[in-house]
């Protein structure tokens, strides 16, 4: 009996903790969408790997995995659900690179995209005075970085991680150091080809078909599938100047920070991440970066303090090294970080830029990837950090030793309101991210920890009158997602009838149901 209760306590917590859904497939699938023509394939085996995403929390089984080759496909096999009208329930999610975190490109039950099949013609450089790329929307950002490499181009704004895709970043907005100056990913796009919730294969722009153009961009999948976008370049440099200091006062911390996000003359990333209790961090750190006085760094203790930690680059090619010297030198000296803690090194702008992948690999080696992740993403508006910093950094996180916690000032300015994207209704705003992770699949202590962590934080933020919004949003009622885009929920709504009207799309969002 005892063994009994035992097994049936693990499958309580794998089906009910693990966020599990059980799923029973519609057996006339497959023959309806068999008779489909195809250039790709469709298969209706070894569909569990839709049923999984960077998240690790959500399982739910879709009855088929389409591997399109072409576009064609894409829209063949949208427009054969939306054909079937309200009698099937059949949804189609697309799925980028499944770094979701809440089920988001999944499907119970219905077809999913694999987006990383669609090679659509590859990607394309076009060089000149306004240089842009052409790539697929299932494309993976590094790809599209080493490709413009080759061009001596990139793309200006980014993810801190590259190996997303480029339908699933603009799904959403796509923020990183570079947010303050070029604007997220979403503010970097000049056309997209979108094939709509209708099978209709459309292009569009800020000229042609603007509607759905804003809509997508941000739009959480609900409007179409991306399979091309046109993004903007700059010249690439071949170096990063690359660092970091430490604050021990917030004020200073977030002073520094919006101070460098608004000088005309600065530096070309700004983050800054939060760091709770942690000890040893200094000597975490030499691996990778030269503190400027060794002897000095060596003395500073971080045990056991509240430290926020201001990192920053600046881009050079080789020759224009002692210039690029003077100008960081000067800019320096206008912060008020702790004199010892200034930690520095130089990198290639690539090795830079797929940072992230090197302690992915690590991670992997590890174990230590593929497991939960219940991560909680919040934009802050400018006038309340300081209230959000002082209840949640020390009171309701007592350390940062689940995973890193991002903390940088965006520009909302540079954010194109048009767009799908929900953000505060102030013209600074903080992205601020709790990026834990459990120890292993079956760490369900660590897991409901950081769950409960991430529920008082967000309680916190209600009964404070924080006016907040979710980046990578996950909400389960339509009630949660009209509060989510308050006035604008209208317009998302009404743009959902015309090209979505059966809401046969990216139904793992959770926003619509199919109508049937
Ligand atoms: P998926 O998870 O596959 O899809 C996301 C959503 O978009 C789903 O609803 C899906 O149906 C839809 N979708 C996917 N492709 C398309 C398409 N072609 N057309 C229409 N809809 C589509 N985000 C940031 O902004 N900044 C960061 O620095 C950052 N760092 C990250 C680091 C890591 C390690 C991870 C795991 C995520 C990070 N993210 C970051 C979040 C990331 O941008 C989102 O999770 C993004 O959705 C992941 O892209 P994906 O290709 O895996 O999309």
Request: with cysteine; proline share 4%.
């Amino acid at each position: 009996l005892r063994q009994h209760s035992v097994v049936f306590l693990e499958l309580f917590l794998v089906l009910v903790l693990g966020g599990i859904a059980m799923h029973v497939s519609d057996p006339d699938v497959p023959s309806s969408l068999d008779a489909l023509r195809l250039e790709g394939n469709l298969s209706f085996h070894d569909v569990s790997l839709a049923a999984k995403d960077f998240g690790n929390r959500f399982r739910f089984l879709p009855s088929a995995i389409l591997h399109p080759v072409s576009v064609s496909d894409i829209a063949a096999i949208i427009k054969h659900v939306f054909q079937m009208g309200p009698s099937s329930k059949l949804t189609v999610a697309a799925r980028g690179h499944g770094h979701s975190l809440q089920g988001q490109a999944q499907a119970d039950g219905g077809v999913v995209i694999h987006m990383e099949s669609l090679r659509g013609g590859g990607t394309r450089v076009h060089a000149g005075e306004r240089p842009y790329v052409d790539a697929s929307g299932g494309e993976l950002w590094i790809n599209v970085l080493l490709e413009c490499l080759k061009h001596g181009l990139a793309p200006k704004s980014w993810t801190d991680y590259l190996h997303l895709t480029i339908g699933g970043t603009l799904s959403n907005a796509g923020i990183s150091g570079q947010a303050f100056r070029h604007g997220p990913q979403i503010s970097n796009v000049h056309q997209l080809e979108i094939v709509t919730g209708k099978g209709e294969l459309l292009t569009c722009s800020t000229e042609e078909n603007a509607a759905l153009f804003h809509a997508a961009l941000g739009g959480l999948g609900q409007f179409g599938v991306i399979t091309r976008a046109r993004i903007a370049l700059e010249p690439a440099p071949e170096m990063v100047k690359w660092i970091r200091v430490l604050y021990s006062d917030f004020s200073s911390f977030t002073e520094d920070q919006e101070k460098l996000i608004s000088a005309r003359e600065t530096f070309d990333y700004i983050e800054g991440f939060v760091i709770i209790n942690r000890t040893g961090l200094l000597n975490n750190w030499r691996s990778s970066f030269n503190p400027q006085d060794p002897v000095q760094a060596s003395r500073f203790d971080s045990d056991g303090r509240i430290l926020f930690c201001l990192e920053m680059t600046k881009n050079f090619n080789r020759d224009e090294a002692d210039v690029m010297h003077q100008r960081v030198e000067a800019l320096l000296s206008r912060l008020r970080y702790i004199p010892s803690t200034l930690f520095q090194s130089e990198v290639t702008y690539l090795e830079f830029l797929d940072r992230v992948h090197v302690s992915e690999v690590k991670l992997r080696s590890k174990g230590l990837w593929e497991v939960p992740h219940p991560w909680l993403n919040l934009l802050i508006p400018r006038t309340r950090i300081k209230d959000f910093a002082e209840e949640v950094f020390g009171k309701i996180l007592t350390d940062s030793n689940n995973g890193p916690i991002l903390l940088y000032p965006l520009h909302r300015s540079k954010w194109d309101n048009r767009t799908s994207a929900v953000i505060p209704d102030e013209e600074v705003f903080y992205l601020v991210a709790f990026l834990s992770s459990a120890l292993s699949s079956s760490d369900h202590d660590n897991l409901e920890r950081a769950l409960k962590q991430n529920d008082k934080i967000l309680d916190f933020c209600n009964k404070a009158g924080i006016q907040m919004k979710q980046y990578l949003p996950h909400y389960t009622t339509q009630e949660e997602w009209k509060a989510h885009f308050g006035d604008r929920w209208e317009l998302f709504a009404h743009r959902k009838g015309i090209y979505d009207p059966l809401s046969i799309l990216a139904p793992g969002q959770r926003i619509f149901r199919k109508v049937v």
